[in-house]
Structure formats: structure tokens, C-alpha cells
DNA sequence: CCGGAAGCATAATGCTCAGTTATTGAAAGC
DNA sequence: GCTTTCAATAACTGAGCATTATGCTTCCGG
């Protein structure tokens, strides 16, 4: 028993024996593989000689298969099937007519931005499944680092410490997808609420009604930029809450103009813009690398489609 | 959608998807791969741009797998262990466990080397299933030849014009065996019984028994040689028949010592060599190449250990 | 009986691909 | 904070696989 059989089976000697089992001749499976008529024959000798046995018995004119080769092309259907239905699943995977892609957002965006992009994405790629949670920004960007999420929808403002957009998270990349004002709900029976613009720095005497910590935040920074220290007397994260509160006079409040979209004002209630004027970003936030995954880039790309103004907000060109 | 999804999976990419499915890590999988890290690294990275999709996601210090790196894990297993049953097949084939091999042999073979070959396969290789079908050399060859079986045993008388030994036929490869002598059977009453040789010249008014045109033939060249022509009355291929014949004082034959091992001489008749002698060759013949056949080669090794003395026959050296 | 066509094998050549070692940069644990 | 582990990159090397060109055998038809 000299020959030791160690170097196995490769994909292209079954692929030849399948095609010269089916075609009868070498010439012939190189034609239907695309080969030339040397290649084909110097594999099978390769082969051979790498599994100790003739695969093919060279037959007048033609050849035939050896009992080894007959093995090997009894087996060749069932090996090249399970890789085809391998293939067949990456296509569709490739081809977005399957895959998954797990979303977060925040608050906000459950009730503008995710139902606009899950019905894009049912629409557009109906093989895609698009799962959603909703999250602040920061557990949001946490989930994308673990992988608990693909794709983060997160907002910032300027120069926020906290902002996944900053350079130092190198293993994220976000893309801006617009900006929004910050706008100032005011009492329309308040003294200012009769101006166009409404300046911070007047009001330093109000009772402020602010959220989340983030948002707070920024309340806290923009009134700072404006030498006033707001007076926080409620708080919440509810925008309809909020917006109710100040209809009943109780207090201000700054809110993303994208919180209006679904909010409406009730009576008793106005929008102003501040000065100085402020705006938030909205960015989407994904592990780098993630465009390459095509259910991800196809919801990037229905991302970007999303306008602002839809929402009565400016487009960041 | 950009990327054409043409190329295909390859083997390898299975096996490293399933190894790092399995090992957790690129490294440990290259470990068990038996490759450098590098290498599964950058193959990868290769299969990777070929399908248009990541298989791994770096996630931090290690990677885990994407979700089209799943799809593969999951296929990995039925392509794989449909792949290790061809090759187990293969491995039986080459390892002698499995096999088959086809013979050919003449008539007076059936009875003397053809038991004792299929005896020595039975015990040697159990799994090799030895087939045997009796002819006569020619259509022995031809069945060679139309693949019908995968060795042959024949015999040739020298310059049997027919010999598939001859060298012209260079698709088929022939191994000399051993050969044995041609004999004189004759009635012991004989006037030339008493002689240990008897010249072929002094039988020119006997009466011959013959068998197939093979044999007949031999007689026939053999006379010529001498000068005589042989007068022919009687026609049996059957060793017992012709002896029996000979021993009701019918005639005289020329026969293979071969065909006396198992036909006893019966009484009345008596065996004695020939002047000039003459042999007839045993070979076993195959398709060139067939020896790189592990079954058939193992048939032909222990066909070259079967002994002509066996039969009390000369080997040839 | 003898060209021609078809099929396989061989030779010579070129190039791509897949492996190696060496090194760097992050990330995780002590 | 330092060390260890893992992955990515760079540069190099070699083997494998394809190509074209050519020769030999076999089969078929005039």
C-alpha cells in the first residue's frame, strides 16, 4: 500500500469528473467549464496522482470513469448541490432579497424617521428584515459596539463630548443625515411670545422644563454661552408633556424641532426661534465596515433618502 | 447593487468559516487549519471581495461571524461531511477495502489459476469483489479492450500471429506469467508410447484430435515446421474428452500440460513430450495504465506470485 | 486502404494566487 | 499603566494552473 492519501478532494476535480461524466469526453467538460482541453487533462493528471488512483480511463478516442471516478461523480451531485444551496443562500443575502438589519433610534425618531424607513425598507427590499429598538443615543452607540444592533440613529449637538461623531471612535463611522433647530416653546400669552425671535438671555427668570439628560445638557450649555444659568423646575422626556406643560404656563422649554412633527402645539402654546439659534444633528452611527454588508448599505442608502423636510426641517447639504 | 456574485464559494472559504464558527478566533483557527494567521487572514479578506459581502465582523479583539458568515457555518457542515464521504469512498478504493476487478480468463484457466486467484484476492482483500467471466484470448482482448473487464488471461503459442502480447497493440500492457509445455497425448498401446519424446515428424499418418482454432492452429504450425500436414478428424475443445479419445485409441492430440492438472490421464492413454518441443505462454494482459488501479494492481501482484510448478509447470524466469 | 477529423497527452511558458515571515496597531486583562 | 493576544498589513516566494503549440492515436468515410 504505498500511496498515502492525505491531500483530499478539491471542489475543481469533482467539478471535472461531474463534467466528463456527463459529457463523456475531455474536451468536452473543458468546453462546458470554460476550460481548455490541456487544463482539464493536466488537472485530472494532478488529481490522479495526488489520490494514488486514475479517476478517468483513457478509452480509445474518449475516456471513461474508473470505478474511483464513478465514486467520486456519485458523490459530485450531492457535494456540488449542498454548495449550490450555499450559494443560493449568500445570493440572496447579496442580492438583498434576504438578511437582517437591527436598528436603533432615538425616541424621537420611533414616531418620524423608523416608521418612514421600515416602510421604505418593506417596500424597496421586502426580503429584508429590519428590526428596531429604541434607544438615547449613548445606549444606542453601546449596542452598536456590542453588535446588539447594526445601525444607530443618533443625535448630537454641537460640541457635545459625548457625540458618536467625534474622530476618537475609530472603530464607528457615522453619517450626518441633517440638522434641525432647537426651537423654544413659550406660553403664547407670555410676554416675548410675541416676537420673532426670542433671545436666551431673556429668559433668565423662567422656569425651565427640560428632559432628558442630554437634552438638559444642552440647555444648560446654550444658556451658559449666554452668561444665564436656567432655573429647572420640571422635568420630563414626554414632548407632548412638555409642550402641555407650557400651554398651562407653567414653564419654557427648548425642543428639537423634530418633536413637533408629531406633537402638535395645543392652545395656549407657541414655537419661537432663540437667539443665539441652535440646531441638532442627526446622524446615523454603523461599526466601520458595515457599508460592505448589502442589507446595511441598502439601509443606509434609504437612510439618506430621508429628507428633513419632510418634517418642515433643513436638509444638511 | 453593484457586485456581480459570480465567483462562487470555494472549499477553503467553507473550512475557515466553519474553523472560526468553531474556534471563536481568526488565530485559533488557523491553528487548527494548520496555516499561518496571516493567511486565513488575508483569505478572508479575499473570499470576502469575491462575494460582495463580509463573512466576519471584527468585533474588537476578536471577530464573530456575519450574518452571511453564518449562512456558510450552517452549509458548512452538510457540504463538508458530504465531502468526507466521498473521500471515505475514495480512501476505501485506494486502501484496497473496496473495488472491483473483472477477469477474463481461458477455459483450462477456470479450473487451475483462476480458483486459486480468486482464493489469494478473498483472503488477501476481502473487499475487493473479484468478477470473472471465462473466454478465450481473443474475445478476452476484446473484452479488455470495450472495458468489459480489467485483465485478461490468455496464452500464446511463439508466433502466434494473434499473440496479444505482440507489441503493435500499444494501448494494452501484457505481464509473461509462466509457460508450460505442450504435450503429446497418445493411446498407450501405441507403437511410439514406449518413447519418452516423440518426434512430431513420425506421427504424419495419425489421426489428430483438436480443439479451438487456437489450438488447432499451434498443431497446425507445428506440423509445418516439421514437414507434415496433420489429418484432422476429430474436433473437441473438452481436455477429458480428448483423452478419453486418446485412450479408446481414436487418435492422438496435442495438449497443454495445463489442461492434464485437472483432467487425469485415464488408462489407455499416456502423456509424452513432443520433438521438437514446444511451449505455450501464460500472461495476464491489461489496459496500459491499469496497474496505477490499486485493485487491480493488487490482482496483478498476486497473479505474478501464482506459480506455474503449482501445476507441475516450468516458471519462466 | 488511406486521408481527415476528433480527442488526449506533452512541452514550454507566463502569471496569478496563496502561502510564508516580520511588523504594526488595537483591545482586553492584570 | 503594562503585558498579552489578536487581527491587519507589507513584502517576498513558490507552486499551481492556465495558456498556446504540437504530436500521437483512433475512428470514420471516400
Redesign the interface.
Known sequence: ?L?V?DA????HS?RIVRAIAEHGTISAAARALGYSQPAISQHLRRS?AR????LV????RGV?L???GQ??AR??V??TS??D???G???E????AA??VRVAAFPTASSTLVPRLLGSMRQRHPGITVGYVEAEPPEAIAMLRD?AVDLAITFAYPGDRSDPHRPADV?LESVPLFTEPVVLAIPDRHALADRHQVALADLAEERWIAGCPLCRGHLLAACEAVGVTPNIELETDNAIAVLTLVAAGLGVALLPQLALATAPVPQGATVRSTTPSSDRSIQLVV????R????IAATIELLEQVDGADWGLARVT
Open positions: 500500500m500511496p492519501m483530499n478532494l478539491d471542489l469533482i490522479e489520490l494514488g488512483t486514475p480511463i483513457r478509452s480509445g471513461r474508473s470505478e474511483a465514486v467520486v458523490h459530485a450531492a457535494i449542498a454548495l444551496a450555499a450559494s443562500d449568500l445570493a443575502l447579496v442580492g438583498l438578511g437582517t453588535g472603530s461599526q466601520n465596515g458595515s460592505r454588508v448589502p442589507s
